[in-house]
């Protein structure tokens, strides 16, 4: 093998690296801008919940949110929401922002085409003006994957993209609760962006350790609306 041929190998693989680094890290900003933290300056951090509404889960979390008197931002799976309509409204009645979560938030949604994605993300919107009265700006994809298909979705369909800056891996069942606090704790930063789901067994107890941490350290809560001052929605 020659070596002009080795150096276009090596080229090569690096730019597949950083395309893949692309599309994994919603932080990288390549394919679709995401907001990931807020202010540095400021002591708050933001709450967020993914996969809901669940309906076992999300109520004893809303239930934790409201003892503490803090409010929270959900990212809905359009589908789930259509399934439990009466959770979403309860959700925006607490005073908790709601996000596009997709429709189906299926596992393949990054290898869709732009025809799919777009109306994954549509379908979600409609669901959830129809539920609330109102359509939301913020938008967070699937597994934090971004491609150029999603990124010109996104953009034309005028969402703000959400991502996080502390990931908690808190669906990871054979990780023990414990580690999973330990871990966003760990990172723990002002402006923190925190990635939550409220579909775990563990959301509820993950939620109140975590509220309790924060207020010992002198953390106020926010929702993503307040942390990046972007409207919510967009009626
Ligand atoms: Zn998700």
Redesign the pocket.
């Known amino acids: 093998m020659s070596v002009s041929t080795l150096i276009f190998l090596a080229v090569g693989l690096v730019v597949i690296a950083v395309l893949a680094w692309g599309s994994a890290s919603i932080r990288s900003d390549l394919y679709l801008h995401a907001l990931c933290r807020g202010g540095r300056n400021e002591r708050s951090v933001a709450l967020t919940f ?2 809901g509404p669940d309906p076992v889960r999300t109520p004893e979390v809303l239930d934790v949110l409201a003892r503490y008197g803090v409010r929270a931002t959900f ?1 809905l ?1 359009g589908e789930k929401a259509a399934a439990y309509p009466e959770l979403v409204r309860r959700i925006v009645a607490e005073g908790h922002v709601v996000g596009n ?1 997709t429709h189906t ?1 299926k596992g393949f949604f990054p290898l869709y085409g732009s025809r799919r994605i777009a109306g994954e993300i549509r379908s979600a919107g409609e669901v959830l003006h129809a539920i609330t009265g109102r359509r939301p700006r913020f938008f ?1 994809p ?2 934090g994957v971004t491609n150029p298909a999603i990124g010109r979705s996104v953009r034309r369909a005028g969402l703000a993209t959400v991502g996080w800056s502390i990931r908690s891996l808190d669906t990871v069942t054979r990780t023990p609760r414990e580690t999973v606090l330990a871990r966003v704790l760990g990172k723990l930063h002002p402006g923190a962006v925190i990635l939550l ?1 409220d579909r775990c067994p563990r959301s509820a107890w993950l939620t109140e350790r975590l509220l309790e941490a924060l207020g010992k350290r002198g953390y106020s809560v926010n929702t993503v609306e307040r942390m990046f001052d972007i409207d919510a929605y967009e009626d």
């Open positions: 993914d996969d990212f799976v979560h938030h967070r699937p597994f789901h």
